[in-house]
């Protein structure tokens, strides 16, 4: 069972940063893919970004394009998303998530993820 631990969220302006940072309760080997998503009240969950650890390929959503960057930290076993250019429409609780074994095609699917963090809240004020 693998316990994932979010922190980082917070409150920004517009325009602003914020870095959130996702650490897992033991070490994910290659086969887990990481992932962030993202739930605003009144709404589904939404893929933000995820990276395949087999082979280090990254994916986000259309939304978060040029704005967001996913790192891992490999000696740390941490992701973090690197969060730029925030809009108020960014703002929702956030998840890391992890998965294990998946395809591209699978990527952005929040059912295919086994193991979820609690949440962290990020609120872009205008």
């Known amino acids: 069972q693998v316990q994932l631990v979010e922190t980082g969220g917070g409150l920004v302006q517009a325009g602003g940063s914020l870095t959130l940072s996702c650490a897992a309760s033991?070490?994910?080997?290659?086969?887990?893919?990481m992932g962030w998503f993202r739930q605003a009240p009144g709404k589904e969950r939404d893929f933000v970004a995820a990276?395949?650890?087999?082979?280090?390929?990254?994916y986000y959503a259309d939304s978060v394009k040029g704005r967001f960057t996913f790192s891992i930290n490999n000696a740390k076993d941490t992701v973090n998303l690197q969060m730029g250019s925030l809009k108020p429409d960014d703002t929702a609780v956030y998840y890391c998530?992890?998965?294990?074994?998946?395809?591209?095609?699978?990527?952005?699917?929040?059912?295919?993820?086994?193991?979820w963090g609690q949440g962290t809240q990020v609120t872009v004020s205008s």
């Open positions: 033991e070490r994910t080997d290659r086969s887990y893919t």
């Open positions: 990276i395949r650890r087999r082979d280090g390929r990254i």
């Open positions: 998530a992890a998965g294990l074994n998946l395809i591209t095609s699978s990527i952005s699917s929040s059912r295919q993820y086994k193991y």
